[in-house]
């Protein structure tokens, strides 16, 4: 095994812990509750404005204004 210099390992050392931390930092923030519920919400809202389902919810919404028409109606 060769020998390495001191203030090489040290160099090595300090680049990994610097490397460490910037993992650690990326791993929080992707984890962090606040931010994962933004991206949850971005991607249905994403999801929501595609017109097919847009064209879905209308219908449902459509279909549950007859229904409720229907059931005042009948009593």
């Not at 210099?5 to 990994?16: E, G, L, Q, W, Y």
């Not at 992707?30 to 389902?53: F, G, M, S, T």
Request: proline share 4%; charged share 35%.
């Amino acid at each position: 095994m060769a020998e390495r210099d001191p203030d090489t390992i040290k160099k090595d050392i300090d680049k990994a812990r610097e490397q460490l931390a910037s993992t650690v930092d990326i791993l929080a923030d992707r984890a962090n509750p606040r931010h994962l519920a933004d991206r949850a919400k971005a991607r249905a809202v994403e999801i929501v404005k595609q017109p097919a389902v847009i064209a879905s919810l209308a219908g449902v919404g459509g279909l549950l204004v007859v229904l409720a028409i229907r059931r005042v109606r009948n009593r």
